[in-house]
T-cell receptor, first 111, second 116 residues
Framework: DARVTQTPRHKVTEMGQEVTMRCQPILGHNTVFWYRQTMMQGLELLAYFRNRAPLDDSGMPKDRFSAEMPDATLATLKIQPSEPRDSAVYFC?????????FGPGTRLTVT | AQSVTQPDIHITVSEGASLELRCNYS??????LFWYVQSPGQGLQLLLKYFSGDTLVQGIKGFEAEFKRSQSSFNLRKPSVHWSDAAEYFCAVGITTNFGNEKLTFGTGTRLTIIP
């Protein structure tokens, strides 16, 4: 049963600290997405990659967020420095034919 | 710009009763439409999708949805709900980009509560 995996599942950190979230997409999927979910804004697309190349990161605050795919099995989302307003659930999703399959998410709390 | 509207924030249904969740979309081209379900503390799970062809699509867990172009709607239905169907349901429209049909715009979700 192929699944998207994300680590860590929960992260509590202090304001100003660096946060790195990791995602392993489903093997064979060539498109990877990062979303953020909050009560106020709902699901927001932050960035997405195809064949490891960034296609669109217009949803990300550029000054503090960065997303990369070092290889086909790993996508990372980094926040530096973190702020309390970054508290949210961050989802990774992967796909190949228009459908997207979501990971379980990383719940980030910035104090 | 594309958008998805789920007019019902919260719906309560008795177990065994039928269910219909509404979804309206706005998109200039042929839409690719999806329904996802999210249980508490979980990621989103794909229930069903419409790409083309038959406008009535079947999904997992006994769900179906009907695409009505004239009404710009893609409502989700289930004839008899089970307590395990309690969750948040999201409708989404897939957007055609230069790289394919990839980006999704999600509605705000409908929370479904099941009462015994």
């Amino acid at each position: 049963d192929a699944r998207v995996t994300q680590t860590p599942r929960h992260k509590v950190t202090e304001m100003g600290q660096e946060v790195t979230m990791r995602c392993q997409p489903i093997l064979g999927h060539n498109t990877v997405f990062w979303y953020r979910q909050t009560m106020m804004q709902g699901l927001e697309l932050l960035a997405y990659f195809r064949n490891r190349a960034p296609l669109d990161d217009s949803g990300m605050p550029k000054d503090r967020f960065s997303a990369e795919m070092p290889d086909a099995t790993l996508a990372t989302l980094k926040i530096q420095p973190s702020e309390p307003r970054d508290s949210a659930v961050y989802f990774c999703a992967s796909g190949a034919t228009g459908e997207q399959y979501f990971g379980p998410g990383t719940r980030l709390t910035v104090t | 710009a594309q958008s998805v509207t789920q007019p019902d924030i919260h719906i309560t249904v008795s177990e065994g009763a039928s269910l219909e969740l509404r979804c309206n979309y706005s998109y200039g081209a042929t839409p690719y439409l999806f329904w996802y379900v999210q249980s508490p503390g979980q990621g989103l799970q794909l229930l069903l999708k419409y790409f083309s062809g038959d406008t009535l699509v079947q999904g997992i867990k006994g769900f179906e949805a009907e695409f009505k172009r004239s009404q710009s709607s893609f409502n989700l239905r289930k004839p008899s709900v089970h307590w395990s169907d309690a969750a948040e349901y999201f409708c989404a429209v897939g957007i055609t980009t230069n790289f394919g049909n990839e980006k999704l715009t999600f509605g705000t979700g409908t929370r479904l509560t099941i009462i015994p």
